[in-house]
């Protein structure tokens, strides 16, 4: 079975500049998160989605930061305009929908703003 | 004061020892507790689960919890050099639907 995919792994932009980043979740879960994990830190959430609904967007920064995930399935994380301070791994995961704690994480994408 | 707390480390132990690592956290209505490991340059996997005060066990893996104490513990036996990794402890409050995550404490077992 897949597990959570990801992409770009690496993005290396100008500040000011738009980025995007995709996810595709396991095959039925139907909780989708993106979280950022500064380096030395741990992961924290941006957003939480039941299906198509953003459940939790209270972390998000929406000045900056939009999230979609169309058709309940696969989502994209926007950023736009980044600033030098949104350098971070960016960290998607999927869940059952029986919230167990169990989160299954994508590779992560690393974005570099310069 | 940080919601979950972990000393950074390095924890440096001997393979073939006992590696305890340590957590605390301050909301009390926290209600279920996760042990993630996470090797460098790789996303975390979860390792470990508790919900109720005492010990589980999982191979060589045992969760410690004391919801009296605040204090939530991982120990690892036998500790190999393929432990060496940063371990992340997470909690949920129980009804948020979702994981607040300490800053981790990386482990390093000695060959």
């Known amino acids: 079975e897949a597990g959570v995919v990801q992409s770009p792994r690496y993005k290396i932009i100008e500040k000011k500049q738009p980025v995007a980043f995709w996810c595709n979740p396991i095959?039925?879960?139907?909780?989708l998160y993106w979280y950022l994990q500064n380096l030395g830190q741990g992961p924290e959430l941006l957003i939480r989605?039941?299906?198509?609904?953003?459940?939790?967007d209270s972390q998000l920064p929406k000045d900056r930061f939009s999230a979609e995930r169309l058709k309940g399935v696969d989502s994209t994380l926007k950023i736009q305009p980044a600033e030098l301070g949104d350098s971070a791994v960016y960290l998607c995961?999927?869940?059952?929908?029986?919230?167990?704690?169990?989160?299954?994480f994508g590779e992560g994408s690393r974005l570099t703003v310069l | 004061q940080k919601e979950v707390e972990q000393n950074s480390g390095p924890l440096s132990v001997p393979e073939g020892a006992i590696a305890s690592l340590n957590c605390t956290y301050s909301?009390?209505?926290?209600?279920?507790f996760f042990w993630y490991r996470q090797y460098s340059g790789k996303s975390p996997e979860l390792i470990m689960s508790?919900?109720?005060?005492g010990d589980k066990e999982d191979g060589r893996f045992t969760a410690q919890l004391n919801k009296a104490s605040q204090y939530v513990s991982l120990l690892i036996r036998d500790s190999q050099p393929s432990d060496s990794a940063t371990y992340l402890c997470?909690?949920?409050?129980?009804?948020?639907?979702?994981?607040?995550f300490g800053s981790g404490t990386r482990l390093l077992v000695r060959p």
């Open positions: 508790i919900y109720s005060n």
């Open positions: 989605y039941e299906n198509e609904e953003a459940v939790d």
């Open positions: 997470a909690l949920d409050r129980g009804s948020s639907y979702k994981l607040i």
């Open positions: 909301d009390r209505v926290s209600q279920s």
């Open positions: 095959s039925g879960h139907n909780t």
């Open positions: 995961a999927s869940s059952l929908a029986s919230f167990g704690g169990e989160l299954f």
